[in-house]
């Protein structure tokens, strides 16, 4: 098993910055792609932002060149730095990794707890 612990969110003005935090936990595993999503009330979950463990970077078109996602050199822990935040970033936010682990013959998902955003206008 590998646990997500999230940190970092909060309530902002909009235009400030946020960064939030996830990191991996667990006996032995590897993880692969790290992906930040998000939902607002009464919407659907969207994907924000990915990195690859290639080190490609895909981003929201509504967030481009205001987010970006980052990861520690032990890969273990990343990144989502929030810039001119608006207020329709307000939304929980999640980490999600998919990884690998001794004896599975595939990648399992994992996600998150959430932390909540909140962007005052």
């Known amino acids: 098993q590998v646990q997500l612990v999230e940190s970092g969110g909060g309530l902002v003005q909009a235009g400030g910055s946020l960064r939030l935090s996830c990191t991996a936990s667990g006996s032995r595993f590897r993880i692969y792609n790290m992906c930040w999503y998000r939902q607002a009330p009464e919407k659907q979950r969207e994907l924000v932002g990915i990195l690859t463990s290639g080190g490609s970077k895909k981003y929201l078109d509504s967030v481009k060149g205001r987010f970006t996602i980052s990861r520690d050199n032990a890969k273990t822990t990343w990144y989502l730095q929030m810039n001119n935040l608006k207020s329709e970033d307000t939304a929980v936010y999640y980490c999600?990794?998919?990884?690998?682990?001794?004896?599975?013959?595939?990648?399992?998902?994992?996600w998150g707890q959430g932390t909540q955003v909140t962007v005052s206008s």
């Open positions: 999600k990794s998919d990884a690998w682990e001794p004896g599975l013959s595939e990648l399992r998902d994992y």
